[in-house]
């Protein structure tokens, strides 16, 4: 089971988020975090718990391994705020967390 | 351009079935896991089944093992799933997705809607 903390978090245009998520048993580094948008699919935005996909800005970025992970996003801009999700794929069946709402504060 | 195009979506009473497909462009399709994922309305993301290039292997997630069936045809690049004994927590818009672990590739989705 992924859980992500917290189900929303309200930040200001210009400061920085940090998003967690928690696997109930280890992951390793199998781990990725997506960015949707209302009416979107989903985007890649790391892969490997930390290595950013193509064309990926540098604002994001990941961390951890094992069971604790965080997505960071600097700099927030107004196409930063979204839904974010994150998605282990050490096991099969893969699983996402529940995801994280980022919203203007 | 990776293009996956979903078709198939729509209107199913429960208990029925309904069959998906997912075209493909823009990359070699014989060649990669495919996957759906799908995601009720205003609900998270929910990984489905995938199988593997040549479909020797496949998975389901628990709550539709006996009632989807995921394949694959490589001559046409597409991509199905046969949805049987629909209900309405199988509400969904359905994403056909490419890759076997994380994917930067995905459909623009189809909606499946259970109900009477």
């Known amino acids: 089971v992924m859980t992500q903390s917290p189900a929303t978090l309200s930040v200001s245009p210009g400061e920085r988020a940090t998003l967690s998520c928690r696997a109930s048993?280890?992951?390793?580094?199998?781990l990725a975090w997506y960015q949707q948008k209302p009416g979107q699919a989903p985007r890649l935005l790391i892969f490997?718990?930390?290595t950013r996909a193509t064309g990926i800005p540098a604002k994001f970025s990941g961390s951890g391994s094992g069971t604790e992970f965080t997505l960071t996003i600097s700099s927030l801009q107004s196409e930063d705020f979204a839904v974010y999700y994150c998605?282990?794929?050490?096991?099969?069946?893969?699983?996402f967390g529940q995801g994280t709402k980022l919203e203007i504060k | 351009e990776v293009q996956l195009v979903e078709s198939g979506g729509g209107l199913v009473q429960p208990g029925g079935s309904l069959r998906l497909s997912c075209t493909a462009s823009?990359?070699?399709?014989?060649?990669?896991?495919m996957t759906w994922v799908r995601q009720a309305p205003g609900k998270g993301l929910e990984w489905v089944a995938n199988?593997?290039?040549?479909?020797?292997?496949?998975y389901y997630v628990d709550s539709v093992k006996g009632r989807f069936t995921i394949s694959r045809d490589n001559a046409k690049d597409s991509l199905y799933l046969q949805m049987n004994s629909l209900r309405a927590e199988d509400t969904a818009v359905y994403y056909c997705?490419?890759?076997?672990?994380?994917?930067?590739?995905w459909g623009q989705g189809t909606l499946v809607t259970v109900s009477s």
């Open positions: 997705v490419c890759g076997a672990n994380y994917y930067p590739y």
């Open positions: 823009g990359f070699t399709f014989s060649s990669y896991w």
């Open positions: 199988m593997e290039q040549d479909g020797s292997e496949k």
């Open positions: 048993q280890t992951v390793s580094s199998n």
């Open positions: 490997g718990a930390s």
């Open positions: 998605q282990q794929y050490n096991t099969w069946p893969r699983t």
